[in-house]
């Protein structure tokens, strides 16, 4: 009994202090960006993005095309410049996006079917192939494909280098969320 007695004050202290430690952990972790919505009347969607992040208003590119946290350039004509977040309607149906994206150039490491506003969606994780017309073999893309008619809302985020993957698929994650189509 003598030794349970001195135990107790010591299990107590033990207990307190995960507590404590626990609760500074949750404090430390960042908590979700604040976002800003961007609309794009030619693509008849809009977007919440993180509010610290930049974004195209134009410019011969149609605006909230693409996002990034640090300032970026969009040159009309060029390729599509290295961001973390791009978005574009793209006039193709969901299912024929889904077998065009599926097929021989890229290797289907995630696919799921769900609902985004209001809409049929397809949430992909792909790696490109050798087959790959647009990029390296090995290159990870993360992208949700969303359904509107006879066009496809699509926004993706890339592994390349340069660029935060895992961090960028959870922002678009959070992104996809808040999209409206019009």
């Not at 134009?58 to 996002?67: D, M, T």
Request: charged share 25%; proline share 8%.
């Amino acid at each position: 009994m003598m030794l349970s007695k001195r135990l107790l004050p010591l299990a107590l202290a033990v207990l307190t202090a995960g507590g404590c430690a626990r609760q500074g952990v949750e404090a430390a972790r960042p908590s979700k960006p604040s976002l800003t919505r961007c609309t794009n009347p030619a693509g008849r969607y809009s977007i919440a993005h993180p509010s610290a992040w930049k974004t195209n208003t134009g410019g011969g590119v149609e605006p909230c095309r693409f996002f990034h946290p640090t300032p970026f350039e969009v040159q009309a004509g060029t390729e599509e410049p290295l961001v973390a977040v791009s978005v574009k309607r793209e006039p193709v149906p969901l299912e024929t996006f889904v077998e065009g994206s599926t097929g021989s150039s890229a290797e289907v490491l995630q696919q799921e079917r769900l609902t985004l506003a209001g809409r049929p969606a397809v949430r992909l994780e792909l790696r490109a192939t050798a087959d790959s017309p647009l990029l390296p073999p090995g290159t990870r893309e993360y992208l949700y494909a969303i359904g509107d008619g006879d066009t496809v809302v699509r926004a993706s985020t890339l592994a390349v280098r340069g660029l935060d993957y895992e961090g960028n698929k959870a922002i678009l994650d959070d992104m996809v969320r808040t999209l409206e189509l019009r």
